[in-house]
């Protein structure tokens, strides 16, 4: 697993091995960026939930954005993402929770303009944690939300005033792009 491109494209990113973890391939993450580069603006603040390696906020920081904000419960997960963003020289950009999405959401300091969500396949993606990132101000207008999930378990259509604006897959794995109703995307 490496940065895809960048001020640290071509680093190696480490996965600890931990049963549960399954990083976001480097093809998927590419798509992604390419889906939301249209909107994608420098020194944008991001929030990167079910974090994992961290590669996917890692990317981010590398494109351009200003601030990351890793939630991630798993010990093992949190140390890898603070050893990845030490070795891609993005570590000053960023702060690693190591707590549950729910335990960590009254710390966390928004808005952002991106939210990445990759939880595990099995719990699949909850609309409560959407819904109190939007009961606590921690999103805008303009902010996007990506969400990671397997082709056997459908997103939801919308998640309150946020409207799936474009599905892609690859293999099993597929990610559901969000954006505010009326919002031109």
């Not at 595990?120 to 207008?141: F, M, N, S």
């Amino acid at each position: 697993m490496r940065v895809i491109a960048g001020s640290a494209k071509g680093r190696i990113l480490k996965a600890p091995d931990v049963a549960v973890l399954r990083p976001t391939s480097d093809k998927v993450r590419g798509a992604i960026f390419n889906v939301i580069g249209s909107f994608f603006e420098t020194e944008e603040r991001v929030l990167d939930l079910y974090a994992g390696t961290g590669a996917l906020g890692i990317e981010a920081l590398s494109r351009g954005a200003g601030w990351c904000d890793f939630v991630e419960q798993n010990r093992l997960c949190a140390a890898t993402i603070q050893e990845n963003l030490r070795a891609t020289g993005l570590a000053d950009q960023a702060q690693v929770i190591q707590k549950s999405v729910r335990a960590a959401l009254p710390q966390l300091q928004g808005p952002y303009g991106i939210v990445l969500l990759d939880p595990p396949y099995a719990e699949g993606i909850d609309g409560t944690v959407v819904q109190a990132l939007l009961d606590r101000g921690l999103l805008t207008p303009d902010t996007v939300v990506v969400a990671e999930h397997t082709r056997r378990g459908q997103a939801a259509e919308r998640f309150g005033p946020l409207v799936r604006v474009k599905q892609r897959g690859y293999g099993d794995t597929v990610f559901s792009v969000y954006a505010f109703e009326g919002e031109d995307r």
